[in-house]
């Protein structure tokens, strides 16, 4: 059964990690579980009244969890909605009797309601700005009477064209959207600009149809269609057709794409164009988790080109992507490679070089931000000079290095630092009473882990040494940090049943006697144990399940 507990229903209550069950326990499990931790916090067990006190909140708090647990309406809506759906009196979203099959059903339609409200107010806009620079005076520079004429000596680099466009989403209804998008554009002083405003209708599960009309100071005025239509499951098919008006007369056009699916990962295009540039391009594009692939072919006027790209994707955090293609025609060749790397949550960087016969060395720096993306083409030289291409690859590499170092990573990690700060203080409440919670249950399992040590002793089984719980500071790189750890000893000492102790895979700091330590931030489970009288030591991760004792544990005496 699926959860959607977020970060914050964890700072309250995980009962699931309470009862230390996983999250599919059947209703055995749930009442062994129980009937443990009753044994332990039943408050008729403890005579100092403060004890007694603690332990009948966290007997409450258990009992709470089990119940909950125990019946399948309420466990459905706190797997779905958590304990905030279940402290709502008279809550008239859901039935309270209904199925468990039903409230997901009806989670399901909310969510989809939810969602087309969002729509109806979204524009999802998007952009693109595009600045052309002419950079070849760095490399091309004239030998003779140069140094003569007025600023001879320094080279010249212009911006000789800019494009600018963007584009915005107006949802009229749950089927149609109105979309208007502008661009403008200019070119060693030269410049005009378009409008459009199109309306696309969904026409069913399997289709839409959008109508365009436009209008430009340099083409004219436009009106087109288009239709999409799934064919089959695995093959789809697109047809446009349009009008330019100029001057020169009208102007029709027409593109026709048919697609398939090959195979989980493989996809296959055969497109045909007719028009002012007519042409037929077939393509095959496989894309998988480590690598993108593409493979096309053109006949045309006036482009005829065989092209195949392939670019590799780095499985880090930072999303870093590596790619190169080759492109052959009638217009000449042209070698392409470059990389992309995510340095933000909603950025990310791509330079591109660009080598070709006769295009000569240009430079592609694109930064996409969001749903907008700048575009830097920088034209460096018309001849293939080796100086060119070796300033337009490393130049790049060594000023991303240097910002990275000097400006993103700080920006990053203070970034993190004030989003974790806001959290504490936003849960600061929830931490203290967890805090206080933990500390409270270990002063009650002081007994009970007497026992169970005694127990375990006499068999020669499983003893916990030491345990500690929270963020561990391993890598050399990171010593400015400071490690942020509890210790958890007698929580787990608490846990261990005839020589074994099991966690699931739910986090671990609403294990009774854990706490949060660090919220927001990754933590992790280190523990010392003695089974059999050897020593063993195990590392494991917050939200991972764990059984010990275990022989890959086991420390070797010669080391």
């Known amino acids: 059964m699926a959860s959607s507990l977020d970060d914050d229903e964890l700072l309250n209550d995980d009962y699931y990690s309470l009862l230390n069950v996983r999250r599919e326990a059947t209703q055995e499990e749930l009442k062994v579980a129980y009937r443990r931790l009753c044994m332990l916090y039943h408050p008729d067990k403890h005579r100092d009244p403060e ?243 593409t493979l096309a072919m053109q006949f045309g006027i006036p482009h005829t080109f065989v092209m195949m790209s392939y670019q590799y994707k780095f499985q880090d955090d930072d999303q870093t992507k590596i790619k190169g293609s080759v492109k052959s025609g009638f217009f000449g060749t042209v070698v392409e490679y470059g990389a992309e790397r995510k340095i933000s949550r909603h950025s990310v960087l791509g330079a591109t070089v660009s080598v070709g016969v006769p295009q000569g060395v240009s430079l592609k720096i694109k930064l996409n931000r969001a749903s907008q993306t700048y575009f830097f083409p920088i034209h460096l030289t018309d001849q293939l000079l080796p100086s060119a291409v070796f300033y337009a690859t490393v130049g790049p590499l060594v000023f991303y290095l240097a910002i990275q170092q000097l400006i993103i990573r700080p920006y990053v990690r203070a970034q993190k630092e004030e989003d974790l700060d806001k959290q504490r203080e936003g849960s600061a409440s929830n931490i203290a009473r967890k805090k206080q919670e933990a500390e409270s249950a270990v002063l009650l399992m002081q007994e009970s882990v007497r026992r169970i040590i005694e127990t375990e002793e006499s068999r020669m089984g499983l003893i916990i040494l030491n345990a500690w719980y929270g963020k561990f500071v391993t890598d050399n790189s990171r010593k400015h940090e400071r490690a942020k750890v509890i210790d958890v000893t007698v929580p787990l000492q608490c846990l261990v049943k005839d020589s074994k102790l099991i966690l699931t895979e739910a986090t671990k700091s609403g294990i009774p006697g854990f706490y949060d330590p660090c919220v927001g931030e990754e933590k992790s489970l280190k523990v010392l144990y003695q089974f059999r009288g050897v020593m063993h030591q195990v590392l494991s991760g917050d939200a991972e399940p764990l059984r010990i004792p275990k022989q890959s544990h086991r420390i070797d005496a010669d080391t």
Not at 51 to 57: D, G, M, P, S, V
Not at 234 to 244: D, K, V
């Open 51 to 293: 004890l007694k006190r603690q332990a009948e909140q966290l007997f409450n708090l258990v009992h709470e969890a089990y119940q909950v647990l125990r019946e399948p309406q309420s466990r459905a809506i706190y797997d779905i909605y958590g304990k905030r759906g279940l402290d709502v009196d008279g809550w008239e979203v859901v039935e309270r009797k209904r199925s468990p099959a039903e409230i997901r059903e009806e989670y399901e339609r909310l969510q989809k309601e939810r969602e087309e409200r969002r729509l109806q107010q979204r524009t999802n806009p998007k952009g693109t700005i595009s600045v052309g620079v002419d950079a070849t005076d760095l490399f091309d520079q004239y030998e003779e009477d140069y140094e003569d004429m007025a600023g001879g000596g320094v080279p010249h680099v212009e911006i000789n064209k800019m494009h600018i466009s963007q584009s915005i989403e107006a949802p009229l209804s749950t089927k149609d959207t109105a979309i208007l998008s502008g661009s403008l554009s200019t070119h060693n002083g030269n410049g005009g600009g378009t409008i459009n405003l199109a309306f696309r209708r969904v026409t069913s599960a399997n289709g839409w149809g959008e109508v365009e009309v436009g209008a430009g100071d340099t083409q004219g005025p436009l009106l087109g269609m288009k239709i999409f239509r799934n064919l089959t499951s695995r093959c789809f098919a697109t047809a446009q057709c349009g009008l330019q008006f100029s001057s020169r007369g009208v102007r029709p056009g027409v593109t026709t794409l048919l697609a398939r699916h090959l195979d989980k990962n493989t996809m296959g295009y055969l497109q045909w164009r007719w028009g002012i540039q007519s042409s037929m391009n077939t393509s095959i594009v496989r894309d998988t988790k480590s690598s993108h692939f």
